[in-house]
């Protein structure tokens, strides 16, 4: 009896942190965040994706999620890996959410099949300089459009071909949500009728249809799914918990959010509310230094961590073109090789061979075994350390300047320490439409004459300009741009 308990409570545990639904999926979620879409159709998202990601199991080897934000143009912001948590996962939902930061980049316009394409390219395409492996073979790959309005005439066969081509082709279960309307593409979207969501707009209707569209997923996945027509979420799955936050009278003014690094609370003494705030746009919150800091600096973001015994160089764990530099406070800066080129361990330097450790080594670069009596590029009276020369010798990162320093603020404060609460960033739930009750498929269509009001890439790296602070002195190998895998 004893025995059976201790199971059923590891069982309980286990539901609570990674969620009840299981299973090996790749899913692709592409959100509409051109300006057609008003501010408060916009705003639940970073709330509803949270929820809907709560309903997987995060895993290696369970649920892995891609995030795209789309207007004209679409900009990647997480590609699905096996290497992402949770509280990972969140972040970068809250780094979709940052819109305004890539408003040029999207355009002011929505192009729905051109986000389809993206999802496609992203479940059947492996990164730049990785192989097909990480697209884990034999995973489900599913893809989620979220849509604004109905499409123009002009481009309704575009969208119609791009959905008919990832359902077909590359095996995509395609689900569709849309507010505001719809035109004759949208029952064409979702591999059928059951992988359809329609709502009057997403501030009333996003928060009924996350439920339904998770317990969907999750049933489709079962080892014997039962969908149909007539009952298309016949499973109910339990969210993952939330990890709770608490005050503690000394040493806990500023604290991070566990679930989510892009935010951080604030408490006062001998108060055991919490408050919590948001980093600035494109920031996370640096526990090290407990500062918002730049998000490729953060190691919640790229998973990268100093040794805190080996100043030195080391290599990057994903890409042998990059190398993290490890001189400065212990504080990682990943740099680049020049083109061509992979980071030799052994050598500390950038060159056509490598005695390091990759997990994917870039498929264009093809290693050479260095001859026997190669000495190594600093085997003079010079120091190894001087490949990534500088004035007065030093390392690239080797001045008295910290990276951390780049978001200031008075009295060593979070830049985002105001009293605005981020809490106040979700819109109240207390109005729903008349028919905001989704559990029935038989409500997903409205009738026609009952239409809302307002009815009538490229590479999934992201490139960041941004470089550490103390790289002023600039390096041989940061001679092409910044990029981060995200």
């Not at 679409?74 to 948590?85: D, E, G, H, R, S």
């Amino acid at each position: 009896m004893d025995i059976f308990l201790g199971f059923l409570s590891l069982a309980l545990f286990l539901v609570n942190v990674h969620g009840e639904c299981m299973g090996k999926a790749d899913i692709v979620i592409a959100v509409p965040g051109s300006y057609a879409v008003p501010y408060f159709d916009f705003s639940p998202f970073e709330e509803q994706l949270v929820e809907l990601i709560r309903y997987f199991a995060i895993e290696p080897d369970q649920f892995n999620i891609g995030l795209v934000l789309y207007g004209a143009h679409t900009v990647t912001i997480a590609t699905p890996q096996p290497f992402k948590t949770r509280v990972q996962m969140n972040t970068r939902v809250s780094l979709l959410a940052q819109r305004n930061i890539h408003f040029l980049k999207m355009g002011h316009k929505q192009n729905l099949a051109k986000a389809i394409r993206e999802i496609r390219h992203i479940l059947t395409k492996p990164p730049d300089g990785y192989d097909m492996h990480i697209l884990r073979p034999g995973a489900k790959k599913i893809g989620i459009i979220f849509a604004f309005g109905p499409t123009p005439k002009k481009d309704i066969q575009n969208v119609i071909t791009a959905a008919t081509k990832a359902k077909r082709e590359d095996g995509i279960l395609m689900y569709a949500l849309i507010a505001n309307g719809s035109a004759e593409d949208f029952p064409l979207i979702g591999t059928d009728y059951c992988r359809l969501f329609s709502m009057a707009d997403f501030k009333s209707g996003l928060a009924d249809a996350i439920p339904d569209l998770a317990n969907g997923i999750c049933s489709s996945l079962a080892a014997y799914p039962m969908i149909s027509p007539s009952n298309c979420f016949p499973g109910t799955y339990k969210k993952a918990r939330r990890i709770a936050v608490t005050c503690q009278v000394e040493n806990n003014m500023v604290q991070p959010d566990p679930n989510n690094c892009g935010y951080y609370y604030r408490c006062a003494y001998f108060d055991t509310s919490p408050i919590k705030f948001a980093c600035p746009p494109d920031t996370l919150y640096d526990p090290i230094s407990g500062i918002c800091n730049m998000k490729t600096n953060v190691a919640c973001y790229n998973d990268l961590v100093c040794p805190t015994d080996k100043p030195m160089l080391h290599s990057h764990p994903l890409d042998c073109s990059k190398f993290i530099n490890c001189f400065n406070d212990f504080i990682p800066h990943v740099q680049s090789c020049p083109k061509g080129q992979v980071f030799d361990l052994v050598y500390q330097s950038c060159n056509m061979t490598t005695h390091g450790s990759c997990i994917t080594p870039l498929n264009h670069i093809k290693p050479t075994p260095a001859a026997p009596d190669k000495k190594p590029a600093a085997a003079n009276n010079q120091s190894p350390l001087a490949l990534i020369s500088t004035r007065n010798n030093e390392p690239a990162a080797a001045n008295n300047q910290s990276p951390l320093a780049l978001i200031s603020t008075r009295n060593n404060e979070p830049a985002a320490a105001n009293n605005q609460s981020p809490l106040n960033l979700f819109p109240a739930r207390n109005k729903k439409p008349a028919a905001a009750n989704n559990r029935s498929p038989l409500n997903l269509f409205p009738a026609r004459n009952n239409k809302p009001a307002a009815a009538n890439s490229r590479s999934p790296f992201a490139n960041n300009n941004n470089r550490p602070a103390a790289s002023n002195n600039q390096s041989p190998f940061t001679n092409d741009q910044f990029t981060q895998f995200v």
